[in-house]
């Protein structure tokens, strides 16, 4: 079966109280692939969770296009109903996301309620949420029936999420920040279910994350936001082995654990996005530019925009003058 | 050892609740030398915070402290609240979890900063305050002209420099940093640790950082004292604590963070089943044994107590060096 869900040149835009233009995504491009296990990488204000959330209709593009199965979104109530019911989303904080008053049972059952599985799949409700309370890792599944989410731990909270998602037998699930709010030692357990879904039932997974060892953990494939925009993205071992791009490597180098590389701290945080660059829009942040490194791009640094660089043959792309430059790329 | 900046004796925390008394920290011995930073791992519940609250005699009140927490030869516990108070901020100053909530909205952030001086330090003049609190925000790497900014007018990472200022305000001796880093981005939590560790060098401070985040504690801490549970289970140099742990759970806390470009790491993410034993019903012998991967019939008869393991080590297990072809789990749950 194919389910491919992709975004190509996406632009969304948030008008801020002042009445600037944020631009949350600038020309974002992504896609997963059936079966495969993304990561979305970047740190706070890159646009990471906004791409999710339009990838699954909740943020309609101003421009660009999202495919759902080669097909462009329909953005009608029926139309995103449809897409729901074979992608669906796990949001990070697992306390804030259920509701509270309602028992796990009911949490788990209300997807299978809203898409009417139950009469399609002649098994019994029961029977499915177990089956999906069981598919989490949360065993046996009949002893959490009718607990509430302040009764449940961090671990078990997450499963139940997870568990209301897989109800209703999806093609791809987008998981933002699955392990963020979690213990360490609880975060591998939940990183573990998520590749066993894809081995079980062929199930996608785009996780959207700040955590590179995450994405080293679970990847197939990685793509590093800034901005609003990828400025990498390849097969993951290829991208945080061998980064290419500035910023890629600055963020490998500060993980605690790299001791072998040399911290590259950049200065200050991402700029606000309704004040995006020119040029590069990692240009003022970028160690190159600021060594000199980059001194025989410079002018393309500050003056022109650019998207992804052609793949090379691995399928690794990256977004910089200067290493367009040294590989002769440059179109 | 009256020469420790900070020392913890046999200390031992227990609530009072309504289901009956609550140990949360059940006997831990811990010192933290000038210009030293020690680092406490843990997960959520193992009591590391309790144990931060109760360095500066700020735990609540349904709480029984029992043991020593001798700060610069004095003991904490004891000592009048004048006295304390004295200690608070100007001796011992605590960077909170949580610290983007913690700042006052409505105050400009350069006041907030001010504040302890005022409080702490009446002999500064206005001008004096102002100057000192320029001199933090440079310090934590934030521009003076940011004292006018409101906490809403900063980002998270920015918040998190004005509370560490904030606590350094009064020239502490001691600095207990509670999951600083904690909802940080990497580039912004190094630039925090940077911040951190270089005061500490700079100054000569002694700092006690808690953190669930073994990777974070190696790469700044001089040692870690690993707890689980209530008591620790491991302690000694930060490097060799994460590189090469003793105790199975400073194991699992270590590999819970891959090293990125480990291909042992690739498609096999390393989690701990279970969950942490409840305070009011822990397991009888070793509380780690129901979710240790090398647990085995001799782990049940009693607790395992702290024995050292060469230079400046220590660890609580009993199965340190043994062979591990044991089958283990099976061990267990035959007997229980």
Known sequence: ?331 | MSDSLLSLHDLKVTYTTDDGPLPAVRGVDLTVERGQIVGVAGESGCGKSTLASTVLRLQPANATVTGEVRFDGRDILTMGWGELRAVRWAGASIVFQGALHSLNPVHRIGAQIGEPMRVHMPELKDGQVRSRVGKLLEQVGLDPARAKAYPHQLSGGQKQRVMIAMALACDPQLVVADEPTTALDVMVQAQVLTVLSGLVRERGVGMMMISHDLSVLADVCDRITVMYAGRVVELGPAAQIFAAPLHPYSDALSSAFPRVGDPAARFAPAGLPGDPPLPWDLPGGCTFAPRCPRAAKVCLPAEPELAPYGEGRAAACVRIGEPDETPVRNEIGASS
């Not at chain 1, 357990?189 to 998520?194: G, P, S």
């Not at chain 1, 980059?294 to 003056?303: H, N, P, S, T």
């Open chain 1, 1 to 331: 079966m194919s389910a491919e869900l992709s975004a190509h040149g996406v632009r969304v835009e948030f008008s801020t109280r002042t009445g600037r233009v944020a631009r949350a995504l600038d020309g974002a491009d992504l896609t997963v692939g059936a079966g495969e296990v993304v990561a979305l990488v970047g740190e706070s204000g890159s646009g990471k969770t906004t791409l999710a959330r339009t990838l699954i209709g909740l943020e309609r593009p101003v421009s660009g296009t999202v495919l759902w199965n080669g097909k462009p979104l329909d953005h009608s109530g029926r139309g995103l109903k449809a897409l729901r019911r074979h992608v669906q989303l796990v949001l990070q904080d697992p306390l804030g996301a259920l509701n509270p008053r309602h028992s796990v049972y009911e949490s788990v059952a209300e997807g299978l309620r809203v898409h009417k599985l139950v009469a399609k799949s002649g098994k019994s409700e029961t029977e499915l949420v177990a089956a999906a309370l069981a598919s989490a890792g949360l065993r046996p599944p009949e002893t959490l029936f009718l607990r509430y989410p302040h009764e449940l731990s961090g671990g078990q909270r997450q499963r139940v999420l997870i568990a209301g998602a897989l109800a209703v037998q999806p093609s791809l699930l987008i998981a933002d920040e699955p392990v963020s709010s979690l213990d360490a030692s609880i975060r591998g357990e939940i990183l573990a279910l998520l590749l066993k879904l894809r081995e079980q039932f062929g199930l996608g997974v785009l996780v959207v994350t700040h955590d590179l060892g995450l994405a080293w953990n679970i990847a197939d494939r990685i793509a590093v936001m800034y901005l609003g925009r990828v400025v990498e993205t390849g097969p993951t071992e290829d991208v945080l082995t061998a980064p290419k791009h500035p910023y890629t490597q600055a963020l490998l180098s500060v993980i605690p654990e790299m001791e072998r590389l040399e911290p590259i701290v950049l200065r200050g945080e991402i700029p606000d996005p309704s004040r995006i660059p020119r040029g590069c829009r990692f240009h003022p942040r970028c160690q190159w530019f600021a060594s000199g490194a980059a001194d025989e791009v410079a002018d393309a640094c500050r003056g022109t925009a650019l998207p992804l660089l052609p793949a090379d043959p691995d399928g690794h792309r990256c977004a910089c003058h200067l290493v367009a430059a040294r590989d002769g790329a440059m179109t």
